[in-house]
């Protein structure tokens, strides 16, 4: 049975940095993508942070340059560094695995995480 379960969540003022972390536990097949998404108060989920299986990274626009994807494939965790936080990144962010990567962008997500939240105050 695949887990996913993010930490690293949490409070901090617009500028601060946060990094949330994404262990997986079980089998995922090793060509899977991952990625973070996100769904603020009222609004869509959107993605944020797409890897392949390769290392391949892709960003929304409006992290670009602030948030960067990671993975560490020896202890199968992902992880999203978030730098320069807005009050507008405020959201519950996921972790997601998906069953493809193409057109720069994870595809089918199958597996996911419980959600974390990160507040932003300005």
């Known amino acids: 049975q695949v887990q996913l379960v993010e930490s690293g969540g949490g409070s901090v003022g617009a500028g601060g940095s946060l990094r949330l972390s994404c262990a997986a536990s079980?089998?995922?097949?090793?060509?899977?993508?991952m990625g973070w998404l996100r769904q603020a108060p009222g609004k869509e989920r959107e993605g944020v942070a797409d890897?392949?299986?390769?290392?391949?990274?892709s960003y929304t626009n409006s992290v670009k340059g602030r948030f960067t994807i990671s993975k560490d494939n020896t202890k199968n965790i992902l992880y999203l560094q978030m730098n320069s936080l807005k009050p507008e990144d405020t959201a519950v962010y996921y972790c997601a695995a998906g069953r493809y990567f193409s057109g720069n962008s994870c595809h089918e997500w199958t597996y996911w995480g419980q959600g974390t939240q990160v507040t932003v105050s300005s």
């Open positions: 890897i392949s299986a390769a290392g391949t990274t």
């Open positions: 079980g089998y995922i097949s090793k060509t899977y993508c």
